[in-house]
Structures are given as structure tokens and as C-alpha cells.
């Protein structure tokens, strides 16, 4: 099949290069996501929270911001989101495997609180949710100076009966802060579904009672999640204040490697939600629009499978912590 520079409908302007570029990091969230699971059941990697299903929302939400400038607060799941703002592939390997270069923590915390000085990435606690009133300070820092910045901030939908996120969206609301709340909802709180976690249909239907605005996108849909975004985001940047998005996604993993979603999940929920893989559909849209091939699809695999083996090695090689560092940055050091 010839190549094009068509489009599919809801591209809105990208070209072939940016679309194929947010496939290729769809492509290696979800290589580098199986491989952390591997080195997990290997007995290297201590834990594991998977990206798997979640990264269409994740990559159409990282090329709707401005990487390096805007900020970013993820939740554990982040791993494809942070990959496509600019993270490696070996700073997650350092994280998984406990080696001293790891950017996060320096491995002093588990996997998936992932942290990047240069690109803006916010580390979040183990605590769920914090990390949204955390964005909602930042916001207010942006707005104080007078900047142009804006910050998204990311929970599981589990995540919204925090009081964290209330609070938040509360004071967000108010003030009319530039910051984005992406719900990335997989119906899932770890076993818990949607309908025994609150009583609407919707999570972003939360958004009237604080008088923003509420979205729901296909989380399946890069394109369309990449779309809604870049509209919530040019809308901070303007001064019209926050926006709720509900993205709905499917979780093709259980919620961590310490979980068997198998034992709460019905088997033909598990084999439906394998119908919806974002990573399929968008590489079939690709396909219909003439902008990729199967041969250029299996190039872009093999370069991304490439990277990982790369990362993997040179994190393998890396040193672990000193152990005499072990209480750095845990106590108060000198003084006067």
C-alpha cells in the first residue's frame, strides 16, 4: 500500500509525522509496559501498575501540551503519558529495577511516582489523589505570575471519592486556575466497579457542582482525547479556568501485579475489553488513511522493541543506591 498524507477525520491538522509519532509512543508504552510486567514475574521488578488500555488518553493528552513548559501531575498508570512527554524508557527501567540513576526518587520509592525536573513531571504519593491538589497549587503559582502555563493533573475515577479531589476542583473552580483534571476511568478501583464507587453515570457530570465545564472522550480514541485536551488547555491558557475530562478507558491489565482481576472480573467482560485495544484501532485507523502500512507498522515495533532491550541493559548495568545514602533527604541535614 502506498503511503499518503491524508488524514484520518479527526486529526484536526496533524500531519503524518505527528500521528505517526503519537503511534510509535502508544507502541512503546505498551512494549516497555510488558517488559516492566516480565521483569516483575521474574522476581526484579517489586511492582508493577500497568498502562496497558490507557494509552490512547495518555499520548493524545501528552501532544495536546507543550512538553517542558506545562505541567504535569500523573498518577501511577502514567507510564505512556510520561514516555510521551519525554521520559526514556531506561528512567522507567532505573525505577523498576532500584538503580541509583533513577530520575524519580533515586530508587528511595516504589515504581510508577514518576518525576522529571527538565519536563515538568510532578512526582505524586502513594497517597491516592494528593497529587491533584498539588496541581491545583501549582495552577495557582501560574496564575499569580501571570504566566501562560497550564497543568494537567490525572486520577483513576477510584481517585474522585477522595476528598483531595473535591477540594480541589473546589478551589480550582473558584479562582478559575489553568489546570485540566483527566479522570482516566477503566470502571475499575483496583476490584471495586464504577457502579459501587458513586451513583451517576458519569464522572465528569461532577463538574456542574463546581461550575466548570465536564467532558467525557472515548479514552479509546487518541485523536479524540487529543482534541478534547487541546480545547480545556487553549481554555486555561485564555483565563476561562478549569475543566473536568472523563476519559473512558479499558484496563486490559489487573490493577497492579499484585492483583488477579480474574477473580472479580467476568470472562467475558475480560475477553470484550481485548475488542476495544487502542492500540489496534489506532493502527487500523492509520491503515484506512493511507498513512501506514504493515511493514512500516512492524518497523516501528522492532525500533521501539530495539529501545527497550537498550534501556533494560544499560539500567541492568547501572549501580543500585549507596547504602550509606539511606536516610538522605529523610532527616534534616546540618543547620545552624
Known amino acids: ?107 528511595r520509592q516504589m515504581p510508577g511516582h ?57 478551589w480550582a473552580a473558584i479562582h478559575r486556575l489553568p489546570v485540566l483534571f483527566l479522570v482516566e476511568n477503566n470502571h475499575y478501583a483496583i476490584s471495586v466497579p464504577q457502579s459501587r464507587q458513586m451513583a451517576i453515570a458519569r464522572v465528569a457530570e461532577r463538574a456542574a457542582g463546581y461550575g466548570m465545564p465536564g467532558v467525557t472522550v472515548d479514552g479509546g480514541d487518541v485523536l479524540a482525547v487529543h482534541r478534547v485536551v487541546g480545547e480545556a488547555a487553549e481554555r486555561a491558557r485564555t483565563g476561562a479556568g478549569p475543566t473536568l475530562i472523563e476519559a473512558l478507558c479499558v484496563r486490559l491489565q489487573s490493577h497492579s501485579s499484585d492483583d488477579d482481576q480474574r477473580r472479580y472480573r467476568d470472562p467475558a467482560d475480560l475477553l470484550d475489553v481485548r475488542q476495544h485495544d487502542p492500540l489496534d484501532r489506532f493502527r487500523t485507523e492509520l491503515e484506512a488513511a493511507g498513512l501506514l502500512d504493515g511493514s512500516a507498522a512492524d518497523a516501528i515495533r522492532s525500533a521501539c522493541r530495539d529501545e527497550v532491550d537498550l534501556a533494560q541493559a544499560e539500567a541492568e548495568a547501572a549501580p543500585v543506591p549507596d547504602p550509606a545514602t539511606a536516610l538522605a533527604h529523610v532527616y534534616g541535614e546540618g543547620g545552624s
Open 1 to 107: 500500500m502506498a503511503l499518503t498524507e491524508s488524514a484520518p477525520p479527526d486529526a484536526r491538522g496533524l500531519d503524518r509525522a505527528t500521528l505517526i509519532g503519537m503511534y510509535r509512543a502508544m507502541v512503546l508504552g505498551r512494549l516497555l509496559d510488558e517488559r516492566v510486567m516480565v521483569l516483575n514475574r521474574q522476581g526484579l521488578a517489586p511492582f508493577v501498575t500497568s498502562c496497558q488500555g490507557h494509552e490512547a488518553t495518555q499520548v493524545g493528552a501528552a501532544a495536546a501540551l507543550r512538553a517542558g513548559a506545562d505541567w504535569i501531575l500523573p498518577y501511577y498508570r502514567d507510564l505512556a503519558l510520561t514516555l510521551a512527554i519525554g521520559m526514556r524508557p531506561v528512567d522507567h527501567l532505573f525505577a523498576a529495577l532500584g538503580r541509583a540513576p533513577d530520575p524519580s526518587s533515586g530508587a
Open 114 to 170: 514518576f518525576s522529571s525536573r527538565p519536563l515538568r513531571i510532578v512526582t505524586t504519593g502513594s497517597s491516592v489523589a494528593t497529587q491533584v491538589l498539588h496541581a491545583v497549587g501549582i495552577a495557582l503559582a501560574i496564575r499569580s505570575r501571570q504566566e501562560t502555563d497550564v497543568v494537567l493533573t490525572t486520577c483513576g475515577e477510584g481517585g474522585t471519592s477522595e476528598g483531595d479531589f473535591h477540594e480541589a476542583l473546589n
